[in-house]
């Protein structure tokens, strides 16, 4: 069983930063893939970002490339998504995901979730 807790969000105006972490329980957490992802309300859960196990390999959304980065310190249990350039189409509730495998994109391949962060990015 893994446990994960994320934390960071928060409301911020268009083209503020903010860095959500996720600190996962568990002495595996370094052979698990990370992802991201976002639920707005009335909407899907979508994909954002994921990193692989060793963090030698990343993936994103293309809505967020070039301003979001994912990242993981395995010594601390934790993923971080540094976010820049907010803008109000960002807001919705973040999730941290976990898996032995490297799912990427797919919303299936996760095992283990988090309870959600709420980011809120006024215009």
């Known amino acids: 069983q893994v446990q994960l807790v994320e934390s960071g969000g928060g409301l911020v105006q268009a083209g503020g930063s903010l860095r959500l972490s996720c600190a996962a329980s568990g002495r595996t957490f370094s052979s698990y893939a990370m992802g991201w992802f976002r639920q707005a309300p009335g909407k899907d859960r979508d994909f954002v970002a994921a990193i692989s196990a060793s963090g030698g390999a990343t993936y994103y959304a293309d809505s967020v490339k070039g301003r979001f980065t994912i990242s993981r310190d395995n010594a601390k249990n934790t993923v971080y998504l540094q976010m820049n350039t907010l803008k109000p189409e960002d807001t919705a509730v973040y999730y941290c995901?976990?898996?032995?495998?490297?799912?990427?994109?797919?919303?299936?391949?996760?095992?283990?979730w988090g309870q959600g962060t709420q980011v809120t990015v006024s215009s």
């Open positions: 995901a976990t898996s032995p495998t490297f799912p990427r994109r797919d919303y299936g391949g996760y095992v283990y």
